[in-house]
């Protein structure tokens, strides 16, 4: 046996070896047992009897852990810590090599780390227990300094207090050797249940996770039941509902929890918001815009049928007050950017405008150009849309997050008076179809009607005392927005704003031949257009009346013509004929003024002043006699015969010369 118990040595003594980093603290009864430590049985059977007698499997270490723990290797058991062994037995186990060294008194008197940081994450109940204990032995302890012993100092607390004397021995004997400033935790009541997690297989556990932290949020009753179907199967035997219950509370994160069954907006509600400020800013410096459809009834202008009509309204941040407004059938291009033209006109331009990225205020004809449009392809060509060519600063509001947008609470407090209010009575429809009043569909409100509902529900918003939004303090959102308008320096907008606010824009190239623009089957023509013929240029003309004439701009923005509808006429139509003479008559005319204009010298001017030119060089520039590169020496032959064709040339030219000078002589200056 001693051969043995030395190779256990040796052989635990190796492991503590490999794991220096940590020494050893746990051992199984075979291994006690074979170690024969003094103050314990020889017997593996004898050691478990009394580690069961003595309850070891209850007992917890100043932190709240359990000192007994199930063994990882094979054979599985049970493992016991050091502190559970009497005072020799852990002497042994030193001077062997296989424990560390007990602590000094100074380090004994240190608690464990982790007993403050414990203590604080318990409930109020243990931690005032614990303050009760500690009362209960420092009055014992003045009791001793004052003269009395220790038995009579127990014996008086514990009657006082309605605990038992051994009772407070016990406390005194949790704090031995304890520092007095670290009691309070170590007198903190540690019971815990079994402290047994709940064991399951680790694939089973994984699947009842992933079915339980589902969107469809079933109940753990049904998954429980799914996985049991599965355990049974294989013969498993899994703790109790109850028990997972637990273990889920406890290893779970309950942010985890929330994202998986309740997902990512329930998760962001878990986290504070930003709070913003309005400070620096004033009225009119930025406004939001966005759509709201009213839940009412209202005649179609058109086809008479019942509709929801659509809101599209602007609001100013600092004052919250609802500045411009349109309805239509549709969030549109349209209504959007009359409602800008009424802004525009009524109070001026905005610095910054926060809007949604919706099809309609992300549309070309509102925030083309801007650097931060997220939709649609971006064309370096495009006419800038309306905001960014007038210098509003562009700012789209997170998808889906309708409080980034204070225009929407102002939409919740239309809803409740407008919607809801007594002139709208048996046109509401509800917010959803399973909130829909008992009235539902009793009439529809006439348009015309509806718009004057709408517009004296949104005179009441802006003037209604006691608002608390922003900077108000208690002012109506008129109040606030005409005290700072007063004082803010604001754009106002021009009549050529205003055109392009009302008019949409299209991008179009002039007719190479003749500079007309063709626009939805319609031709627009102007005399500046001819100048611009196969540039592209931006045309801004009103969608809902096309016969009207359009405006040309070049491509840097400046403003080049007014175009005209060029009108078809039929075959047999003689007044369009005459127009069409008429308007090339005058094409013509203007055009022959201009070149004259452009004509300062007539062909004859050129042509003398040529001569001129061609005078002075014969004048001043002498002829120079040629000089040969080389000379060659002249034959002499047959000289007779040379003489005379000279002589008959010389001749020929002199009787030319007379017959010239006669005819000069016969002419006469005719007046």
Not at 253 to 277: H, I, N, Q, S
Not at 421 to 442: H, L, R, W
Request: hydrophobic share 40%; aromatic share 6%.
């Amino acid at each position: 046996m001693k051969l043995a118990a030395q190779a256990l040595t040796d052989r635990v003594a190796s492991a503590a070896n490999e794991q220096a980093a940590e020494p050893r603290e746990w051992f199984s009864a075979a291994e006690l047992a074979e170690l024969r430590l003094p103050g314990l049985p020889a017997d593996k059977r004898a050691i478990n009897r009394r580690a069961r007698d003595e309850r070891w499997a209850s007992k917890v270490s100043p932190d709240g852990e359990l000192l007994v723990r199930e063994r990882k290797a094979r054979g599985g058991g049970s493992e016991f810590h050091m502190s559970l062994l009497p005072g020799p037995a852990r002497v042994d186990l030193v001077r062997r090599g296989l424990l560390a060294a007990e602590p000094s008194q100074d380090e004994a008197k240190t608690p464990l780390r982790g007993s403050w940081a414990w203590f604080e994450q318990q409930p109020a109940a243990v931690r005032e227990e614990a303050a009760r204990r500690l009362h209960i032995l420092n009055e014992t302890a003045l009791l001793e300094e004052a003269g009395a012993t220790a038995s009579a100092a127990v014996g008086e607390q514990a009657s006082a207090n309605g605990v038992s004397p051994a009772t407070i021995w016990n406390w005194k004997s949790l704090v031995d050797g304890i520092a007095q400033a670290n009691w309070l935790p170590a007198l903190a009541p540690r019971r815990k249940g079994g402290g047994q997690r709940a064991q399951m297989p680790a694939d089973l556990w994984a699947m009842l996770k992933s079915d339980w932290l589902r969107p469809e949020q079933p109940s753990l009753s049904s998954c429980w039941a799914r996985i049991t179907k599965i355990a049974d199967s294989r013969g498993i035997q899994l703790p109790s509902e109850r028990s997972i219950r637990r273990r889920l509370e406890r290893e779970l994160d309950p942010r985890v929890v929330t994202l998986g069954r309740k997902g990512k907006e329930a998760l962001e509600t878990a986290t504070p918001d930003v709070r913003r400020t309005l400070e620096g800013l004033h009225a009119l410096d930025i406004v939001n815009i966005d759509g709201h459809t009213f839940d009412v009834f209202v005649t179609h202008p058109e086809t008479g049928k019942p509709v929801r009509p659509v809101m599209v309204a602007i609001q100013d941040i600092y004052s919250r007050k609802m500045l411009a407004w349109r309805l239509d059938l549709s969030e549109n291009v349209l209504a959007t950017r009359l409602a800008f033209a009424d802004l525009f006109r009524e109070y001026g331009i905005p610095r910054e405008c926060l809007l949604d990225n919706s099809r309609t205020f992300a549309s070309k004809a509102l925030t083309a150009g801007a650097a931060t449009r997220y939709r649609f392809k971006t064309i370096a060509e495009e006419p800038a849309g309306l905001l960014v060519s007038l210098g509003i600063k562009v700012r789209f509001a997170q998808v889906y997050h309708g409080q980034s947008k204070p225009i929407e609470r102002a939409f919740r407090d239309l809803c409740d008076h407008i919607a809801r209010g007594p002139e709208c009575a048996g046109a509401y429809t509800g917010n959803s179809p399973v909130n829909k009043p008992e009235n539902y569909g009793k009439r529809a409100i006439p348009w015309d009607e509806f718009e004057g509902i709408v517009e004296r529900g949104i005179a009441d918003h802006n003037a209604r005392l006691g608002r608390r939004a922003g900077v108000c303090r208690g002012r109506s959102f008129d109040q606030t927005f005409a005290e700072s308008y007063a004082e803010a320096t604001i754009r106002k907008a021009t009549p050529e704003q205003l055109r392009m606010a009302l008019l949409a824009a299209e991008r179009k190239r002039l007719s190479k031949r003749n500079g007309e623009i063709k626009l939805y089957e319609n031709r627009y023509w102007s005399p500046e257009c001819s100048a611009h013929r196969g540039e592209m240029v931006t045309v801004r003309f009103d969608p809902d009346n096309l016969h009207q004439s359009i405006h040309v701009y070049d491509r840097e923005g400046r403003y080049l013509a007014e175009a005209a509808l060029l009108q078809d006429s039929g075959f047999g139509d003689v007044a369009g004929a005459i127009a069409t003479g008429k308007r090339k008559k005058e094409q013509r005319r203007a055009v022959r003024a201009g070149l004259e204009a452009e004509r300062e010298m007539s062909a004859a001017d050129i042509a003398a002043a040529q001569r001129a030119l061609a005078a002075d060089r014969q004048k001043n520039t002498a002829p120079r006699p040629l000089k040969a590169g080389a000379v060659r020496l002249v034959h002499h032959s047959k000289t007779a015969a040379a003489m005379k064709i000279v002589d008959q040339i010389e001749d020929q030219r002199a009787a030319s010369d007379d017959r010239f000078f006669t005819a000069l002589g016969k002419l006469r200056a005719v007046d």
